[in-house]
């Protein structure tokens, strides 16, 4: 039997064998049905995943070197804007420093949720109400469905955790903090308003702590509670693939790692300009 012959169509009952559980039927099919309405080259049959999993065993290269690099660069600003807000006077330079880094990451994350790797992609993770809440539900089951890329939640959440890291880097070029030191952009908009957006990008500031917050959370619950290695994940790249629902075709997921290298080069110049040309307003 050739390889052909055993490739089986998503909506097989057969596929729903291969994966037992109940539980996970939904967000087989439904995940799968979600992106291939919207792009017929995401259909994932069986014969797919099987190629997949036993092409890279166990573990599976989930998150590029820039996705990883993005994590721990917007972690590490994002902290130190916070600590050096809180110190105030000379710090501030270094606090607006900050802010332009956090700007640029998001701009880079913005692009390379176009331009970047299989699980990088915005299409890839963002999925329909109809399946967040399906999502939803078996999560207070606790019968969630394991994904390699962002779960539907997570990457609702993802999507959140940049809007706000946007409003609060690109809030704080309008902000002064009324003695000496000023956002770049604050001659746009006046001081009134100037004094405006800084209460804004205070309070913000709180909800986006709050959303970090959740996140820590819910990466904890996946880690210790189900087991899945979620931390590891965002350090190596690589991810336990085997029960997941989001599985890449094998030809979806390899890319030259050259082509990505410099794809992921072009788009980090691309966004420095962005943020260069923003501060030239
Ligand atoms: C300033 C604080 C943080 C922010 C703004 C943040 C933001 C994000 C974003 C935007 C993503 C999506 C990555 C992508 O697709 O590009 C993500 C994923 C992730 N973050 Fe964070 N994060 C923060 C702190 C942390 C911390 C402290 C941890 C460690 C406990 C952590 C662990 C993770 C993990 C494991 C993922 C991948 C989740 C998955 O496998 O679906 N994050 N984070
Ligand atoms: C994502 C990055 C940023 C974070 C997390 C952040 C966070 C904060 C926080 C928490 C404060 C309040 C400190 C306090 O308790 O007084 C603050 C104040 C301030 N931020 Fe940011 N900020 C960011 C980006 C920026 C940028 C890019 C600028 C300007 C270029 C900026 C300009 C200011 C100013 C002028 C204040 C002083 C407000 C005052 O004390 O009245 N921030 N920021």
Same mark, same amino acid.
């Given at each position: 039997?050739?390889? *052909?012959?055993? =490739?089986?169509? +998503?909506? @097989? %009952?057969?596929?729903? #064998?291969? /994966?037992?559980?109940?539980?996970?039927?939904?967000?087989?099919?439904?995940?799968?049905?979600?992106?291939?309405?919207?792009?017929?080259?995401?259909?994932?049959?069986?014969?797919?995943?099987?190629?997949?999993?036993?092409?890279?065993?166990?573990?599976?290269?989930?998150?590029?070197?820039?996705?990883?690099?993005?994590?721990?660069?917007?972690?590490?600003?994002?902290?130190?804007?916070?600590?050096?807000?809180?110190?105030?006077?000379?710090?501030?330079?270094?606090?607006?420093?900050?802010?332009?880094?956090?700007?640029?990451?998001?701009?880079?994350?913005?692009?390379?949720?176009?331009?970047?790797?299989?699980? *990088?992609?915005? =299409?890839?993770? +963002?999925? @329909? %109400?109809?399946?967040? #809440?399906? /999502?939803?539900?078996?999560?207070?089951?606790?019968?969630?469905?394991?994904?390699?890329?962002?779960?539907?939640?997570?990457?609702?959440?993802?999507?959140?955790?940049?809007?706000?890291?946007?409003?609060?880097?690109?809030?704080?070029?309008?902000?002064?903090?009324?003695?000496?030191?000023?956002?770049?952009?604050?001659?746009?908009?006046?001081?009134?308003?100037?004094?405006?957006?800084?209460?804004?990008?205070?309070?913000?500031?709180?909800?986006?702590?709050?959303?970090?917050?959740?996140?820590?959370?819910?990466?904890?619950?996946?880690?210790?509670?189900?087991?899945?290695?979620?931390?590891?994940?965002?350090?190596?790249?690589?991810?336990?693939?085997?029960?997941?629902?989001?599985?890449?075709?094998?030809?979806?997921?390899?890319?030259?790692?050259?082509?990505?290298?410099?794809?992921?080069?072009?788009?980090?110049?691309?966004?420095?300009?962005?943020?260069?040309?923003?501060?030239?307003?």
């Amino acid at each position: 039997m050739t390889l *052909a012959d055993t =490739r089986l169509h +998503i909506s @097989s %009952p057969l596929l729903l #064998l291969t /994966y037992g559980e109940q539980e996970r039927k939904f967000a087989i099919i439904s995940t799968v049905k979600d992106h291939s309405d919207r792009d017929p080259s995401m259909t994932t049959t069986t014969a797919d995943a099987t190629d997949n999993i036993s092409a890279h065993g166990q573990k599976s290269q989930v998150w590029d070197i820039f996705v990883r690099l993005f994590h721990w660069a917007l972690v590490f600003f994002i902290g130190f804007a916070w600590w050096t807000g809180e110190q105030g006077g000379e710090w501030m330079q270094w606090h607006m420093r900050c802010g332009y880094a956090v700007l640029g990451l998001v701009i880079f994350r913005l692009l390379w949720g176009f331009a970047g790797s299989f699980y *990088a992609r915005f =299409r890839q993770f +963002i999925y @329909s %109400p109809k399946t967040t #809440l399906q /999502y939803l539900g078996s999560l207070l089951q606790r019968k969630e469905p394991v994904y390699a890329g962002h779960n539907p939640l997570g990457g609702w959440a993802v999507v959140l955790l940049l809007l706000l890291c946007a409003f609060q880097a690109g809030s704080g070029l309008f902000a002064n903090d009324d003695i000496f030191t000023e956002g770049p952009l604050v001659h746009l908009v006046g001081y009134d308003l100037s004094i405006e957006i800084t209460k804004w990008h205070k309070t913000m500031f709180n909800v986006l702590l709050a959303v970090i917050a959740v996140h820590v959370v819910g990466v904890i619950y996946h880690q210790r509670f189900r087991k899945e290695p979620l931390l590891q994940g965002m350090i190596t790249g690589q991810k336990p693939v085997a029960e997941a629902v989001d599985l890449a075709t094998a030809e979806q997921a390899t890319k030259s790692p050259a082509r990505l290298i410099v794809t992921g080069l072009i788009v980090i110049a691309v966004s420095v300009a962005a943020v260069w040309g923003l501060l030239s307003l």
